[in-house]
Antibody, heavy 120, light 108 residues
Framework: QVQLVQSGSEVEKPGASVKISCKAS????????LAWVRQAPGQGLEWLGW????????TYAQGFTGRLVFSLETSLTTAYLQISSLKAEDTATYYC?????????????WGKGTTVTVSS | EIVLTQSPGTLSLSPGERATLSCRAS???????LGWYRQNAGQAPSLLIY???RRATGIPDRFSGSGSGTDFTLTINRLEPEDFAVYYC?????????FGQGTKLEIK
């Protein structure tokens, strides 16, 4: 079945970097884009952006350009989110989601999330 | 930048009742780009509605979406225990994306 499996929890110090993975299976990886969303503890959902899995072109939400990097390893059907210069405010659960972008735009399959804790 | 404002913040209802959730956009949005998601406690969000009114695969017809321009509504008929969760409206296209702040649907 279609699924997205994310990497495990991470604990990092302020100023460090972290790289989260999202492995897709059950469908043709390059047919659908992948979106990234995060959720701080007790807070709502925040859009981080998406990556075109066919071209590798990323689109970042305002305010994140420069600190976030979306990348792909297409041969492994895996997407990555790297966050640099981590701050305490980056403590959150990070979700990847399959992003349908043909006329309608929506996220129909979600990973279970990766918890990132930034603490000294 | 489009801002989505959801109301109410919390809605207290009983199983079997009808829930009406609102999502207002700060400027007119295309219907193709407006969807609704449900997040049960401790779980990832899941897609309910896309394109304002189209139910996702496996979503029962108790769920319906409507609206256009800047005002959108999610209606849930005959509330069941698993419906008590947080609901988010969402808009995204090729270049931008945003979520509403969420409506918590709780058991009265």
């Amino acid at each position: 079945q279609v699924q997205l499996v994310q990497s495990g929890s991470e604990v990092e110090k302020p100023g460090a970097s972290v790289k989260i993975s999202c492995k897709a299976s059950g469908y043709t990886f390059t047919t659908f884009a992948l979106a990234w969303v995060r959720q701080a503890p007790g807070q709502g959902l925040e859009w981080l952006g998406w990556i075109n899995t066919n071209t590798g072109n990323p689109t970042y939400a305002q305010g994140f350009t420069g600190r976030l990097v979306f990348s792909l390893e297409t041969s492994l059907t895996t997407a990555y989110l790297q966050i640099s210069s981590l701050k305490a405010e980056d403590t959150a659960t990070y979700y990847c989601a399959r992003y349908f972008t043909y006329y309608y735009y929506y996220m129909d399959v979600w990973g279970k999330g990766t918890t990132v804790t930034v603490s000294s | 930048e489009i801002v989505l404002t959801q109301s109410p913040g919390t809605l207290s209802l009983s199983p079997g009742e009808r829930a009406t959730l609102s999502c207002r956009a700060s400027q007119s949005v295309s219907s193709s780009y407006l969807g609704w998601y449900r997040q049960n406690a401790g779980q990832a969000p899941s897609l309910l509605i896309y394109g304002v009114s189209r139910r996702a695969t496996g979503i029962p017809d108790r769920f319906s979406g409507s609206g256009s321009g800047t005002d959108f509504t999610l209606t849930i008929n005959r509330l069941e225990p698993e419906d008590f969760a947080v609901y988010y409206c969402h808009h995204s296209d090729d270049s931008v994306g945003t979520f509403g702040q969420g409506t918590k649907l709780e058991i009265k």
